[in-house]
């Protein structure tokens, strides 16, 4: 009986999307887009196996993802080919002489239905090639040395998508005579079938818009409102939580806002890089954004906020240049500007947005729009990293617990006593030490938003390099993988899923 094999194409590198990390990796509602484009495959009954053709050095990651998911259909990894057609020869060879038809799917289209795929299967039976396709909406025009030559029907227009499915021995045969010709050229298979074997009908399965191929970083963001709207067989991504779960209703809006509210503070991001870059004032992307940077190309699937540090020295100057150069609807927000604000750091906030922490203070009037945080950097003391530690996480505690909302009680009076204190003794063997080690080896946050007490060596950030971040560069440390080591271990783990969460209650991208 003939088999039914989906190729899973994800050989690409994404460089129109920019960053490190090829776009079949990019992470899409909580998974990669590879791992939803699998996925689409291993629960269609008609697909019997699935293999992937990816570069060896996603070999590792894609067994931990196949591992993961507990898929039974993904069985091969094959290695791809410098072109596109490279990829299909790959796949060409592994399944040579099997009784088999070859389902070819670009990975980076995640959101391929499941009636696309079984119509594709089931037109195997009657023909030999097969392929997808959709009306084009606007009308198209041919273009040489800049000027429109031609005006082609748009009624029998169609914009090709994949899957593109052959019997092998036929798509086998296309190949054969191309790698003949010395001026052979492909971006798909179908064309490849037209061309060397004119005689074979190509049957065209109805496609869809979300069906849609990821290619710009702003594409993450239509793909994540695609995966909010059910299609036209009513199938959406399931909201978050369950059906008893009291909060399903807000996870679920979460989710489908969650990249709006990521490409908003991109921009709050983007316009203090421009103000940084026009001063000459120096920073770089820390904690979860790098983080975001290095792992995943841009932000991490769950985050929902941005962090940038500064020389300490330089904010006070940032500070003044903002308030000059930022957009009207952006505002630098200090304890100096607003002093209702309990936490000592600098922020950017989009008044023209909301958002809710679970801190925030509502009898307070202080702006609660969208933000980045930027955090003041200095020589750190060269204290052991278990003093370090113990003293920075000691004051931070005791300085959080005292700036935290109070009711008059006694134990907020026992507080007040206890905790000052405390916060008082780390403060002075904090002092005190400092006196006795040098300075310039460390650099770090200062104390009282040092958190768990990590420093970095001077050397891991200086002289300070750039990353892609979103497709787009911005200021990083000199060495982001002892950087962020120091800050998280073994960062490229991923997180249990019930710890992927982020750090808003609640946000409104844009206000009006």
């Not at 849609?212 to 199938?235: N, Q």
């Not at 922020?347 to 947005?353: A, D, E, G, H």
């Not at 006694?410 to 030490?433: H, P, S, V």
Request: hydrophobic share 40%; aromatic share 10%.
């Amino acid at each position: 009986m003939t088999r039914n094999i989906a190729i899973v194409l994800a050989g690409g590198t994404g460089s129109r999307m920019g960053g490190n990390c090829p776009k079949q990796f990019r992470t899409l509602a909580g998974r990669t887009v590879l791992e939803h484009s699998l996925s689409a495959f291993e629960q269609n009954g008609l697909v019997d196996e699935v293999a992937v053709v990816l570069h060896p050095q996603y070999h590792g990651e894609t067994q931990k993802l196949i591992a993961a998911r507990g898929w039974k259909k993904v069985k091969r990894l094959l290695e791809g080919g410098a072109e596109r057609w490279g990829s299909t020869l790959s796949a060409l060879k592994a399944f040579e002489g099997e009784d088999a038809n070859l389902i070819f799917h670009d990975a980076a289209r995640p959101l391929v239905s499941q009636r696309i795929i079984t119509e594709v299967c089931e037109a195997l039976r009657s023909y030999q090639a097969v392929g997808v396709g959709i009306d084009s909406v606007d009308t198209l025009m041919k273009v040489e040395n800049g000027l429109m030559t031609h005006v082609p029907d748009r009624s029998v227009m169609q914009r090709m998508q994949t899957p593109q499915a052959f019997r092998l021995a036929t798509i086998t045969e296309a190949y054969r005579l191309a790698l003949a010709d010395p001026h052979f050229k492909a971006t798909d298979d179908c064309s490849v079938v037209l061309k060397y074997l004119p005689d074979t009908p190509i049957y065209i399965i109805r496609g869809e818009e979300r069906n849609l191929k990821l290619t710009y970083a702003d594409d993450l963001l239509t793909l994540e409102r695609l995966m909010a709207t059910p299609d036209k067989d009513g199938t959406a991504t399931p909201p978050a939580g369950s059906d008893t779960d009291p909060m399903r209703y807000l996870k679920a809006y979460q989710r489908r806002h969650l990249r709006e509210m990521q490409w908003a503070e991109l921009e709050i991001l983007t316009e203090v890089a421009r103000v940084c870059e026009a001063e000459g004032i120096p920073y770089w992307l820390d904690s979860g954004t790098l983080l975001g940077a290095v792992r995943h190309g841009g932000f991490i699937p769950w985050d929902d906020d941005i962090d940038i540090c500064m020389p300490i020295e330089e904010v006070p100057r940032f500070v003044k240049a903002a308030q000059q150069r930022l957009p009207k609807h952006l505002q630098v927000q200090t304890p100096d500007t607003e002093p209702e604000l309990r936490m000592p750091v600098c922020k950017v906030r989009n008044l023209n947005s909301f958002m809710v922490e679970a801190d925030d203070d509502f009898a307070k009037g202080y702006a609660k729009g969208l933000f980045i945080d930027i955090f003041p950097m200095h020589d750190w003391p060269s204290f052991g990293p278990k003093f370090s530690k113990k003293v920075a996480r000691g004051y931070c505690r005791a300085n959080a617990i005292l700036h935290a909302q109070h009711t008059y009680s006694w134990r907020a009076c026992a507080e007040l006593f206890y905790f000052g204190a405390k916060r008082t003794l780390f403060k002075l063997a904090w002092t005190i030490g400092s006196l006795f080690v040098g300075k310039g080896k460390y650099y770090s946050n200062t104390l009282n938003n040092s958190g768990n007490g990590n420093r970095h060596l001077r050397s891991s950030i200086f002289p300070l390099g750039t990353i892609q971040f979103e497709g787009r560069t911005f200021a990083a440390p000199a060495d982001p993988d002892t950087y962020l080591k120091d800050l998280f271990g073994n960062y490229m783990d991923l997180p249990p899923e019930d710890q992927r969460t982020g750090h808003a209650c609640f946000y409104v991208a844009k206000l009006s």
